[in-house]
């Protein structure tokens, strides 16, 4: 599914550390992670464009739930881009915290119900939450991931939002080169990672538009 982007557009990422990338530290910032890569490609077409990026490192979609009338429907954005869900998995490995799909379920579907009621005619891209495991235990993290992601590209459809298949982007990457190059701890990308988000996004988001993704990593090497 692709959807318009027009250069009236307000587009808001949010999410958790992946979006955040640097932004917290200047919170007007974009950071330094694939939201400033995807920004520097649309507005070469769109100079006026606006772009949010309200991702937090640590969150989950507990925490997205708490601040989403803050940082989203206050900012009235016409095009929210939402990646959330690896945190959700990784504080029952680490903090005995489990978000099980029941909850996560419940929060996505909340901030989405929210979303929809409060922001008119807004459109939604859903990105798929990934895993690149480092370890044989962080690979366990799979059984508690895998159900998160299929709820993610299942909400997609039932609400006509644009999917980015991230895991899929990843593990092909990944195929023909080192995933350390790619994820530095198997959750938080690198700079190749992020290029990989930012092609991904552009292509699932822009369809057959001019402005899909279809070339190679070298404008965004060169950010």
Known sequence: MALSITPSSHILFI?????????????DSLGNGYVA???????QLYPKLRITNRGISGNTSVDLVARWKKDCLDLKPSVVSILIGINDTWR?????SAIDITAF?????????????????????????????????????HFDLDPKRRLVRGLADEYGAVFVPLQ??????????????????????????????????????????EWAWTGNSSFFLEM
């Open 15 to 27: 999410g958790d550390s992946i979006t955040d990338c640097g932004r917290s530290v200047n919170p």
């Open 37 to 43: 890569k995807v920004a520097g490609r649309l507005k």
């Open 92 to 96: 029952r490995y680490d903090q005995g």
């Open 105 to 141: 379920e419940e929060n996505y579907r909340s901030i989405l119900d929210r979303t929809v009621a409060g922001l008119k005619r807004v459109s939604l891209i859903l990105c798929e939450p990934f895993l690149l495991p480092f370890t044989d235990e962080q690979k366990l993290w």
């Open 168 to 209: 899929e982007a990843f593990q092909k990457t990944a195929a023909t080169r080192s995933a350390a190059d790619l994820a530095e701890d198997g959750v938080h990308p690198t700079k190749a990672g992020h290029i990989l988000i930012a092609e991904t996004w552009l292509k699932a988001v822009g369809g057959e538009t």
